[in-house]
C-alpha cells in the first residue's frame, strides 16, 4: 500500500465532506445542486434493455455482478452526483416467505398474500446476511466501483411494503389494507412491528455494507388521511429513521401525494424528505421547517417535453430552492418508462449549470 500516495490524493478526504449529495443531505453548502433520480437504472436506458432481454429482474437483483453493472449505468450516463442500489423493495417478502413474481406489464405479484393473523405468525424469522447477502454483496462490489459517487442504499418504508403484501399486486385504493387497519388492527399491528424490526435489519446490513446514505421508499402513504398515518403508520417509519439515524449516514424519508402529511412525516424523522410535484417547492420545505433538507420535485411527465418547457421547470425548482443549503435535485418519483435518455441528461446539466 503506498501510503504517500494515499495522502497526496485529494479523493483521500471523507466523501461527506466533498460529496455534494452528502453534505446536501446535511444542509452543509455546495458549488453546485446535487442531482439523481428515483428510477435512473430503468428501462427507459437501451443499455438497461439490453440486460433484461437476457434475465429477469429477479435475476438481475439475485446476481450482484449483475446488480452492480445495472447501478453503475445511469452514473457513466448521465453524470449524477448519486447512484442507487439496483434492487426491489418487495425483496424482503421472499424470505419472509411470500412468493414474488414480477409479471409482464402488471408489476409485483405476491401469490400467498396475507390476511389473519395467522399470516402474520408464519412470516418466516428473517436472517438478513444470508437472506438478502446478494444485497449486501452487490453493494461491497459497488463500492470498489464508484470511487467519490455515494452509494444509497434503500428499503421500502412498512405501510408500502404491507399494502403489497395485503393487496398481492399494486393497487390504487388500497382496500384490504384499509379494511385490515380498521377491521383487524391487531393484525395490522402485528405486521408492522415485524416490517418494522426486519427494515432496520435489512438497512442497517446495507449500511454495514458501505451505503452511505439510505432511503425509505412509502410511495403509497399518501392514500392515507393524517390521522390515519399517525395512528397506524408513523410510529413503524419512525422506529426505521431512528434506528438508522443513530449509524450517523443521511436518511432520505420519501413518499407521494404528501402533501397533508408532510409535518407527520417530518415527525417521523428523516435527514431529507421527498417532495413530489403536487406542492412547490417552496411551500414544500415551509412546511417543513428549515431543519430539514428536500429532495424534489420535478413531475416525471415532465421530461417527456420540449426542452425548453422541461429548463422553465427545472430553473422554477431551483429558484424556489433559492440556494439554500439542503436542496437535492430529483423527480417526485420514480423516471417513467419512455422518458428519453438525452432529456433525463439535459436536467443533470441544467442543475449543474444553474447561476453559472
Ligand atoms: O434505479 C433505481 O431507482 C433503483 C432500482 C429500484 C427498483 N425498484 C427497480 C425496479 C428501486 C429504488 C425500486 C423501488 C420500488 N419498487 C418502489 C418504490 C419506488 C416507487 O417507484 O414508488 C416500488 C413501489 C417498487 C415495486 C415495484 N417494482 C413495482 C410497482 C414495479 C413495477 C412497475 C414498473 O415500472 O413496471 C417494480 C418493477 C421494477 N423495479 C422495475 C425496476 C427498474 C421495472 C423494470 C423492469 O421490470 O425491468
Known amino acids: 500500500m503506498n501510503s504517500t500516495m494515499h495522502l497526496s490524493t485529494p479523493t483521500s478526504l471523507p466523501s461527506e465532506f466533498e460529496s455534494p449529495f452528502l453534505r446536501a443531505c446535511c444542509r452543509l453548502p455546495t458549488d453546485f445542486t446535487p442531482v ?30 449483475l446488480a452492480a453493472e445495472v447501478t453503475l449505468q445511469p452514473v457513466h450516463a448521465l453524470g449524477v452526483d448519486a447512484a442507487i442500489l439496483f434492487a426491489d423493495i418487495l425483496l424482503p417478502v421472499i424470505p419472509l416467505g ?32 444470508t437472506d438478502l447477502g446478494y444485497v449486501m454483496e452487490a453493494i461491497r462490489i459497488l463500492q470498489g466501483e464508484l470511487k467519490e459517487t455515494p452509494l444509497i442504499g434503500f428499503c421500502g418504508a412498512p405501510f408500502t411494503v404491507a399494502s403489497y403484501m395485503i393487496e398481492g399486486s399494486s393497487s ?14 391487531d393484525v395490522w399491528h402485528a405486521l408492522m412491528e415485524k416490517l418494522s424490526q426486519v427494515l432496520t435489519d435489512y438497512l442497517l446490513a446495507q449500511i454495514r455494507a458501505g451505503a452511505q446514505a439510505v432511503q425509505i421508499f412509502d410511495s403509497w402513504v399518501g392514500a392515507l388521511s393524517p390521522q390515519d398515518y ?11 429513521l431512528q434506528s438508522v439515524k443513530a449509524k450517523g449516514v443521511p436518511v432520505i424519508h420519501f413518499g407521494t401525494n404528501t402533501t397533508t402529511l408532510l409535518p407527520l412525516m417530518k415527525q417521523a424523522g428523516g435527514d431529507v424528505i421527498g417532495l413530489d410535484w403536487r406542492i412547490p417547492l417552496d411551500d ?5 421547517g428549515d431543519k430539514v433538507a428536500v429532495q424534489g420535485n420535478l413531475d416525471p411527465a415532465a421530461l417527456l417535453a420540449p426542452l425548453p ?32 435518455v438525452d432529456h433525463v441528461k439535459a436536467v443533470v446539466d441544467m442543475v449543474h449549470e444553474y447561476g453559472n
Open 36 to 65: 439523481w433520480f428515483m428510477r435512473q437504472a430503468g428501462r427507459y436506458m437501451a443499455e438497461y434493455r439490453a440486460i433484461r432481454d437476457k434475465y429477469s429482474l429477479l435475476e438481475i437483483c439475485y446476481h450482484p455482478e
Open 98 to 129: 411470500l412468493g414474488l413474481e414480477f409479471a409482464k406489464g402488471e408489476g409485483p405479484i405476491i401469490g400467498n398474500p396475507v390476511c389473519t393473523m395467522e399470516d402474520v405468525l408464519a412470516l418466516r424469522p428473517f436472517q438478513v446476511e
Open 172 to 185: 390504487r385504493e388500497f382496500l384490504k389494507t384499509k379494511t385490515m387497519m380498521y377491521s383487524a388492527p
Open 230 to 240: 399517525e395512528s397506524y403508520v408513523l410510529p413503524y417509519s419512525r422506529k426505521i
Open 284 to 288: 414544500g420545505w415551509a412546511l417543513l
Open 309 to 340: 418547457e422541461i429548463k422553465k421547470r427545472v430553473e422554477d425548482i431551483l429558484r424556489r430552492a433559492d440556494g439554500r443549503p439542503g436542496h437535492i435535485f430529483n423527480l417526485g418519483h420514480g423516471i417513467l418508462q419512455n422518458t428519453p
